[in-house]
């Protein structure tokens, strides 16, 4: 069964600071990943998305890596703010599965002001 | 920017009702989702929709769910007699291009609040 795994389950830091989460994947063989942000009773709001053929994509504070080989993405926010405190998901489309999106549990961030 | 909608925010029910819970996708959109998180679980996928017909299909989407396109905007998913276990919230998710090459980012509605009692 095809599964993601994100680390640390909840991380908290001062503002300013920047973060790194990860997010592994049990097969190379995938379309994309997608990260997710999702504030606490809310819905999910896509932050990026990578192709199986990219490296990395960038959206402002945000950089995401994929290395497919070794079944790993990172999610590195900079110089964080409070603003930032919310859960992030990592969701992983397994060419295995089709179009469906595999979801990790979420690291929980609070970034303290 | 438009945006995947979903009502009502949240819906209470007796165990054994049926409840619809409906989505509007974003308008040229194709292939459709609904997904659902039981609280303090993962996000699971429950089904996917594409020209009318149900794509693939999760093993908790069994005889009680049932998806439904009635017209040209809404897409809807039935529980036809709900379950305690039923309660989660469900969210809904569309991609503009269909088929497995999957290229697209999958956008999320607020998702519905599902209370079984």
């Known amino acids: 069964k095809q599964e993601v795994t994100q680390i640390p389950a909840a991380l908290s830091v001062p503002e300013g600071e920047n973060l790194v989460l990860n997010c592994s994947f049990t097969?190379?063989?995938?379309?994309?990943l997608q990260w997710f942000r999702q504030d606490p009773g809310k819905g999910l709001t896509s932050l990026l998305l990578?192709?199986?053929?990219?490296r990395e994509q960038t959206s402002g504070r945000l950089n995401a890596s994929l290395d497919k080989s070794s079944g790993r993405s990172t999610l590195y926010i900079a110089a964080s703010q409070p603003g930032d405190s919310a859960t992030y998901l990592c969701?992983?489309?397994?060419?295995?599965?089709?179009?469906?999106?595999?979801f990790g549990a979420g690291t929980i961030l609070r970034v303290k002001s | 920017e438009p945006e995947v909608t979903q009502t009502p925010s949240h819906q209470v029910t007796q165990m054994g009702q049926e409840v619809i819970l409906r989505c509007v996708p974003i308008?040229?959109?194709?292939?459709f989702y609904w997904y659902r998180q039981i609280l303090g679980q993962k996000v699971e996928f429950l089904v996917s929709?594409?020209?009318?017909?149900?794509?693939?299909k999760s093993e908790i989407f069994d005889d009680q769910f049932s998806v439904e396109r009635p017209d040209g905007s809404n897409f809807t998913l039935k529980i036809r007699s709900t379950k305690l276990e039923d309660s989660a919230m469900y969210f809904c998710?569309?991609?503009?291009?269909?088929?497995?090459?999957?290229?697209?980012?999958?956008?999320f509605g607020p998702g519905t609040r599902l209370t079984v009692l």
């Open positions: 990578i192709q199986s053929s990219q």
């Open positions: 308008s040229n959109h194709l292939y």
């Open positions: 998710a569309s991609t503009p291009i269909a088929g497995l090459s999957s290229t697209d980012t999958q956008y």
């Open positions: 969701a992983v489309t397994f060419m295995e599965y089709g179009n469906k999106l595999v």
């Open positions: 097969d190379s063989a995938i379309y994309n």
């Open positions: 929709f594409y020209n009318n017909e149900i794509s693939e």
